[in-house]
């Protein structure tokens, strides 16, 4: 069992930066973890995924750039920084965790864990 709990985001204006945390608890089997997001009246896309063993990451190609996940692996603390948001980018951001065994870690992963979400809005 895993339990996922983001944290930082808000309300900023648009060239800003955020950075999004989320506490990881619980044995994750594969190491791997990701961020989501769903915009109002969009379904949930995947923006970016790690593999906290290998620390090797994988992003969208419209994340590429300004998204950075990273990790603080004694802590167990995932994170998202966002750089330059655009208005675009508002969303609700989820936390995810552990794909099926064999699967590859990917930011369009299925993960089979997420968190409760935290909402970035971005004001022009």
């Not at 895993?2 to 648009?14: D, F, H, R």
């Not at 969303?91 to 794909?99: F, Q």
Request: aromatic share 8%; hydrophobic share 35%.
């Amino acid at each position: 069992q895993v339990q996922l709990v983001e944290s930082g985001g808000g309300s900023v204006q648009a060239g800003g930066s955020l950075r999004l945390s989320c506490i990881v608890s619980g044995y994750t089997n594969t190491g791997c973890v990701g961020w989501a997001r769903q915009a109002p009246g969009k379904t949930r896309a995947g923006v970016a995924a790690l593999n906290m063993a290998a620390s090797t990451t994988n992003y969208a190609d419209s994340t590429k750039g300004r998204f950075t996940i990273s990790h603080d692996n004694t802590k167990k603390i995932l994170f998202l920084t966002i750089e330059d948001l655009r208005p675009d980018d508002s969303a609700i951001y989820y936390c995810a965790a552990e794909v099926p065994r064999g699967d590859a870690c990917r930011w369009d992963a299925n993960f089979g864990y997420w968190g409760q979400g935290t909402q970035v809005t971005v004001s022009s």
